[in-house]
């Protein structure tokens, strides 16, 4: 006999297997009966009127039940899984996806399986996808490379799909800086995919996430990658192309980015490179931002000057005055301007302004170029 | 004693030195009083009431007259006076300029000075202008070759300043394609500025035109440059801006294109390149539009997919059937249509339309991609 608390679990655990997702039949049934009734509705193929399409989603695994050897599994390579009944279920994140069009494979997932000591809503609400083409050129490895770190030593979380090429120098790039990074995969999160990246998706769950809405032992198949590539989107803030060719499993990330609402930048490259055609397609028809830096990208992550809620960044202006704090929120993420303006818009007088400047740039926080101050 | 022709001419080569250009005072007492009265009132200080701007800006000049001689420097060197009554004055390019702002300098010029074989109203209703750094990069000139070559085939006139980097490859490969090509100087037509370009600049007044609204035997000058700019500008279909570092004169071009209402395009390169930062900014302020290769350098120039009026390209639907051109006209400059939507803008039934498409794809006007078509 199962406690309360590990019935609820096995009933997540079901229900988390007994359709392909995303499903969003079963995600009403489980808002409408919570997940032990759900689960029992779906077994006893008995479900609430207007419910009956779960019993066609559910016709093929109903009868299995993994469940315990699902939780099991996770358990022994130290792995969870998260619901919404959790603290860390990214809810705010993820509502865009049940608003997102239902026919596109949209949806929220029922549940995520998650490997790692990272919380998953922090990472999600701190997240910024770099993806891009797994054939990367050498240039498009050293700009994820770059924007990794640069986003990684602010504790921004580089969300990406473990994949080869520019995923995984995003990945590497974040570890390498000590920074939060999270894996969401087409697969389950005990599967090393691809097998050239075991080590590296070992490294990841060991002081990041890799996340999965596929139970234990699930393999990655085409459809998976493209629904993989909506949570991607999900739990980011912004999502940033690095490199893509013409037809590019990024251009789906990049639209799936659009369909949720979230910013979409693109990186440029030579017009002479294949892996960045999709980029400067996405620039040209205005589906993305050109992003040239770690600055840009974070504004666009930030697209009215405020770090994202929850964990977030690192602030740079811990140990600020309130002063100072003023003066450092009342210059633009973006751009350089005059004192005036600055004094201004924190509503303090120039001299006070100018001497918490003089102060902010010895400590780095502001630079002076022509006379103009921008934050550094 | 001089011909009427003979003193018209001495009275416009007069008025464009006497004033460093552009004046707009000079240039509405040209209008008002015609060059022959116009010179005379200069020269006798003497002009109707509301003209007095004239007299301060010709008070340095005024009393020099070097008309003969810089009408036969222009002779020796087979170079021209052109003035709005000449047929190849191109009246309609630079009307835009009058009405531009004249305190940014703006202004049409009092007359232009050409050297080459070319029309200058056909060289400027055909003109796309290739701009950038003088400290090109390898791949700006690399990109800036392969669009001056591919914007000369179709008998495009490449537009440029002349200065070395991005200015003479574009010029080279135009001449190489044995295209037209035009290059609009800030000193006289008779000076080699830069000098290592004098073997250049004489092959494009060989072949295209040397143009400048300078007298022969001007110097370049830092705020003739500027002012030369607002000609490559005014005498473009679009402004391509190839390379452009974070302070580049080509800036200014492409601030010229846009004040004038020409089509500004800007092409990316590597965000590691500090000669591609220029473009970059334009493009991410939306200010450019991000051009990758030939075929969307041209689609700026032409917004509304006709080719420009006046001489311009050498169509390269010469030949085609009245219904074949019909069918052209219906796929747009950008992008790849289905035949239904070929038909219904070509007002043509489908069977028609793919009889002429597949003789169209032989001759290589179109293009078929994926069930889609394209122009070639």
Not at 288 to 310: C, M
Request: with cysteine; proline share 5%.
């Amino acid at each position: 006999m199962s406690t309360p608390d590990e019935a609820e679990r096995r009933a997540w655990a079901y229900l988390s297997r007994v359709t392909e997702p995303p499903c969003s039949a079963l995600e009403s049934l489980c808002d409408r009966l919570g997940a032990v009734d759900a689960a029992a509705a779906v077994v006893a193929r008995s479900v609430p009127d207007g419910h009956e399409a779960v019993l066609d989603a559910t016709a093929a695994r109903f009868a299995i039940d993994r469940s315990a050897r699902d939780l099991d599994d996770a358990d022994r390579i130290g792995a969870r899984l998260v619901t919404r009944d959790d603290a860390e279920w990214p809810g705010w994140p993820l509502l865009a996806l049940s608003q997102a069009d239902t026919a596109a494979r949209g949806g929220e997932p029922i549940a995520l399986w998650v490997r790692g000591p990272g919380r998953l809503d922090e990472f999600a609400a701190a997240g910024i996808a770099l993806v891009g083409s797994r054939a990367a050129s050498g240039y498009g490895e050293q700009v994820a490379s770059t924007l990794a770190s640069g986003l990684a030593v602010e504790n921004w979380a580089v969300v990406s799909g473990g994949a080869y090429g520019i995923d995984g120098v995003a990945h590497r790039a974040a570890l390498a800086s000590d920074g939060p990074t999270m894996a969401v995969m087409a697969c389950g999160i005990d599967r090393d995919y691809p097998a050239g990246h075991a080590r590296l998706l070992a490294e990841i769950a060991g002081r990041g996430l890799v996340v999965s809405e596929y139970p234990p032992g699930t393999t990655a198949a085409k459809h998976r990658f493209l629904t993989r590539n909506r949570l991607v989107a999900a739990l980011s803030n912004a999502v940033v192309v690095v490199e893509a060719g013409r037809r590019s499993g990024a251009a789906n990330t990049a639209a799936w980015a659009r369909k949720l609402g979230r910013s979409l930048g693109a990186v440029p490259g030579p017009v002479t490179s294949a892996t960045s055609v999709g980029c400067h397609q996405m620039i040209a028809d205005d589906l993305a931002v050109l992003v040239t830096d770690v600055r840009s990208v974070i504004a666009l992550a930030t697209p009215d000057g405020a770090p994202p809620s929850g964990r977030g960044r690192r602030r740079s202006t811990d140990g600020l005055t309130t002063e100072a704090l003023r003066v450092h929120d009342a210059i633009p993420g973006r751009g350089a301007v005059a004192i005036e303006e600055i004094a201004f818009s924190a509503g303090l007088d120039i001299a006070t302004v100018r001497s918490a400047l003089a102060h902010m740039e010895i400590d780095g926080h502001v630079v002076n170029a022509d006379g103009l101050w921008r934050l550094s």
